[in-house]
């Protein structure tokens, strides 16, 4: 069950509020619709419920606050937009990789693949998927965590009417296993075909809380819908039977062979037809719009507007006379008074007399009822019953709702196994990773071929003139694409807002990054070394004497690279400036080092073994002095200590970030 009380968004300026003290509840069992037009602050009250917009108000789920909430996901299952989420990976992976965000077992994602038809589909990738199958793919992200709630942001948007009827039976079918399902839309014959409660907004204000059966009758209008070759002379012959009787009947050329009749029933109008010889195709009971020219049925095109005065050709104003002209049948046309009946009471039109009247234009009875502006609570003829007040007379609440604060997503529950199959999921770490390795292999061969370069840079491949080789760069573009596609394709973000910056999530970057970068920087050398080796014999390709310390310098300045783009794209939110980061290590960083070290006030860490056996009383076992001294070389390295400073520097601005994003 949902219950919102007092929601109000924060207004800009001058501008009044585009939501304005809104309260209403979603019952479980249920499927309630938020019915308003466009720009009546829909989707501000989902966004204010959800916590992802800042404002005033209080929004129970089941009765607790979504932050009370320990997995928001589990409850609340949220669409709204399109589907986030990486274009080159499949539907299958990209369910997958949710189900490790959500904490369910890999198995879901099959099982709600099947449930929403995209079996077929599961290794199509995202960005190839129709407007229906991205409808498709957001409903079984949705429903992965097996949520309680479902909360949707006018999903049948773009869908055809067979797709809307498909949607909207997997939501009855949510709400009869006991779930709570809100969803918003901007027609009113899709909320009364669809929900059994409908709650209308106009202008950011509740206007009407309503059973489904009291909406289509207080503010929708049954119809017959009536298809005949012989359209214009059916609607004149049903017009004049409505005037001879006295009944209130309206008949809307709709165009082409359509008619629709509001005030009369299928009956009356096929036994009119049968009267006089009218063939007819189609005659059906419909439940209508808000008058005639409010729109078509969901999926349906809207009918153009012609003239009215084109007789046969297009729609018809008035009962077509003899001459042409154009007026209305009933007792209006002789200028006397309108005579009282019953159609009002009974869901049709309060309009008197029968008329025909285009689809383009609405009649005297048409509008929606509204509530007062200055007292919403206050029930107006034909609105329901009034909306729920955010005040009773046994708890007043304070007028003034408290404050909505926007709450970053939690960390997905299974940090390691989302990056595994966030990086695993899409082909542009290993595509990266080939071409570094080529790129790597060619710049060996042509600094051989040169000469006069040393035996450890060589293998490396890292040329004097450039300020790190190609692995390090590739493991610093692979490490900022780990929070640069969080951000550009944010598929965690897709119910809670901005990417979380968990120290859980970091983690699991890190992790995944610096095994990466060793396994790049390790393929680097030996795909290095066995080009070498075919082009110019085993002389380039021997092993240096100390290649324990350069191995340990080698790894090092790879995984520092990953771990430099993880965190810059993680604190600027873009893989550019990630990878930026890395090259101004060397470039910049580096040189302002050697400036330091060069200074007189410095001293050597020369002796640091033996002096740390001193100062411990310890033995270094199995020569451990030669470890700690490549270590201490490698620390001291320029390289090495701007890298090292860089690092620090950037997980501290990291946590500093995150930490200022909880305290908000």
């Not at 198995?107 to 099947?114: F, H």
């Not at 009536?226 to 039977?241: D, F, G, I, N, Y």
Request: charged share 20%.
């Amino acid at each position: 069950m949902i219950q919102a009380f007092g929601l109000t968004s924060n207004s800009r300026k001058d501008l009044p509020p585009a939501v304005d003290d809104v309260s209403f509840e979603a019952r479980a069992g249920r499927v309630t619709a938020l019915l308003g037009a466009t720009g009546a602050g829909k989707t501000t009250v989902l966004r204010l419920m959800l916590e992802l917009q800042q404002g005033r108000g209080l929004t129970y789920f089941r009765g607790r606050p979504l932050h009370r909430i320990a997995h928001p996901s589990r409850e609340v299952g949220v669409l709204m937009g399109d589907v986030p989420g990486h274009p080159a990976r499949t539907v299958r992976g990209h369910l997958r990789m949710l189900c490790a965000a959500a904490g369910v077992p890999v198995r879901r994602a099959d099982e709600v693949l099947e449930a929403v038809g995209l079996v077929s589909l599961r290794d199509e990738r995202l960005g190839a998927l129709s407007r229906g199958m991205d409808r498709r793919l957001g409903l079984a992200c949705a429903l992965l965590p097996d949520p309680h709630t479902l909360v949707l942001d006018d999903p049948a948007d773009g869908l055809s009417t067979r797709e809307s009827h498909w949607l909207h039976g997997m939501l009855r079918a949510h709400a009869a296993q006991g779930g709570s399902v809100l969803f918003t839309t901007s027609e009113p014959k899709e909320a009364a075909r669809a929900a059994d409660h409908v709650i209308t907004l106009e202008q950011g204000r509740l206007v009407a809380d309503q059973e489904a059966t009291e909406f289509a009758r207080t503010r929708l209008r049954p119809r017959v819908a009536v298809r005949t070759p012989h359209a214009a002379r059916l609607a004149a012959l049903v017009a004049k039977e409505a005037r001879t009787a006295h009944r209130s009947v309206e008949v809307v050329r709709e165009g082409g062979n359509r008619l629709s009749v509001y005030g009369s029933t299928c009956a009356d109008v096929g036994e009119t037809a049968f009267r006089h010889g009218v063939l007819v195709h189609q005659l059906a009971n419909e439940i209508g719009d808000m008058g005639p020219g409010a729109g078509p049925l969901p999926g349906e095109a809207p009918q153009e507007d012609q003239d009215p005065r084109a007789g046969a050709t297009g729609p018809e104003t008035g009962e077509l006379l003899g001459d042409g002209a154009v007026g209305l049948a009933g007792p209006e046309m002789r200028g006397g008074p309108a005579v009282r009946d019953d159609f009002a009471s009974q869901g049709g039109s309060p309009m008197r007399g029968a008329r025909v009247v285009p689809a383009g234009q609405k009649g005297h009875g048409d509008q929606a009822p509204r509530s007062s502006r200055d007292t919403p609570g206050v029930p107006t003829e034909g609105s329901g019953h009034a909306a729920p007040s955010p005040a009773t007379a046994s708890a007043p609440l304070s007028p003034l709702p408290p404050p909505i604060s926007v709450r970053s997503a939690p960390s997905p529950l299974r940090p390691l196994r989302y990056e595994l199959r966030r990086a695993a999921g899409i082909g542009t770490g290993f595509l990266t990773g080939a071409a570094v390795l080529v790129t790597s292999a060619l710049t060996a061969v042509l600094l051989a071929r040169v000469g006069h370069t040393p035996q450890a840079r060589l293998l490396a491949a890292w040329p004097r003139e450039l300020p790190l080789p190609p692995a390090a760069l590739g493991a610093g573009l692979l490490g900022a694409l780990a929070f640069g596609d969080e951000f550009r394709h944010p598929a965690l973000a897709a119910d809670r807002g901005t990417v979380p910056r968990r120290l859980g999530l970091l983690t699991a970057k890190l992790v995944v990054a610096a095994v990466t970068a060793l396994a790049l920087a390790f393929l680097a050398v030996g795909c290095d070394a066995e080009v070498l080796y075919l082009v110019y014999g085993r002389e380039l390709t021997d092993v240096p004497a100390d290649w324990l310390s350069l191995s340990a310098s080698w790894f090092g300045l790879v995984v520092g690279c990953a771990w430099a783009g993880v965190l810059a794209a993680g604190i600027f939110r873009s893989t550019t400036a990630g990878l930026a980061a890395v090259v101004t290590v060397p470039i910049l960083v580096v040189p302002l080092m050697r400036k330091a070290l060069d200074g007189g006030s410095v001293r050597a860490a020369a002796g640091l073994p033996a002096r740390l056996r001193e100062v411990l009383l310890l033995q270094w076992p199995f020569g451990g002095e030669r470890y700690l001294a490549g270590v201490v070389r490698v620390v001291a390295q320029p390289v090495g200590g701007a890298l090292a400073l860089s690092l620090t520097a950037l997980l501290c601005a990291y946590l500093l970030t995150a930490l200022r994003s909880r305290v908000r």
